[in-house]
């Protein structure tokens, strides 16, 4: 199963990840249980951001990859018939779109959105983390703009590639696609902690 969970940040998004992640690995625990952790800290909040989620996953059984870039290496690093929590594209994104050398590269959005439908028909159980921040009216500088364009085309890849889309805003779930199997993940989650 495939599910895409978007929605502002710092909202919950990635615990409500890790459970339905766990949820998909106790029902095929043979093949293993990966967080596919993307972020390259810039700063002391994404230190600290960092910490908070490895704290979060602390006990879950959860075995961390590290895949900053070229997502679908993961493929080659860990079992695809396991259980997979990525998170996020948007970190993703910006470690291809704005490289440690400080070069610009605005095809990174297009490689990414052509990388995910991979990943999702090739890996067994995935969840995929993304926040929604390109939905506001303030107009940025060019480099940013692509970047917020980028994201949004990534998730329209994720939303058409996925079996489950979600929504979390101001802690509610929204169903966007996959109501039975969405419920169905409720019920299990329900049964399960």
């Known amino acids: 199963?495939?599910?895409?969970?978007?929605?502002?940040?710092?909202n919950g998004k990635s615990f409500y990840a890790q459970r339905i992640a766990q949820g998909l690995y106790r029902q095929n625990p043979a093949?293993?249980?990966?967080?596919?952790?993307?972020?390259?800290?810039t700063d002391k909040e994404d230190d600290e951001r960092i910490l908070r989620h490895q704290k979060e996953r602390e006990g879950w059984g959860f075995t961390t990859v590290e895949q900053p870039e070229n997502i679908l290496e993961i493929l080659t690093r860990a079992?695809?018939?396991?259980?997979?929590?990525?998170?996020?594209?948007?970190?993703?994104?910006?470690?291809?779109?704005?490289?440690?050398?400080e070069s610009f590269h605005p095809e990174a959005a297009q490689k990414i959105a052509n990388?995910?439908?991979?990943?999702?028909?090739?890996?067994a159980n995935l969840v995929v983390v993304s926040d929604t921040i390109y939905s506001d009216a303030a107009?940025?500088?060019?480099w940013t703009e692509c970047y917020r364009r980028g994201l949004a085309?990534?998730?329209?890849?994720?939303?058409k590639a996925c079996d489950v889309v979600l929504e979390i805003a101001y802690g509610?779930?929204?169903?966007?696609?996959g109501q039975k199997e969405a419920e169905g993940i409720d019920q299990a989650l329900a049964h399960s902690f």
């Open 153 to 159: 085309l990534i998730d329209r890849t994720l939303a």
């Open 31 to 41: 093949n293993g249980l990966y967080y596919v952790a993307t972020m390259r800290p």
């Open 172 to 177: 509610n779930k929204i169903i966007h696609k």
């Open 139 to 142: 107009l940025y500088n060019e």
């Open 79 to 101: 079992d695809p018939k396991g259980s997979f929590l990525l998170d996020s594209t948007t970190a993703l994104l910006a470690n291809e779109m704005f490289s440690a050398d």
């Open 115 to 123: 990388e995910m439908p991979i990943l999702c028909s090739s890996i």
């Open 1 to 10: 199963m495939t599910i895409f969970i978007s929605g502002g940040c710092k």
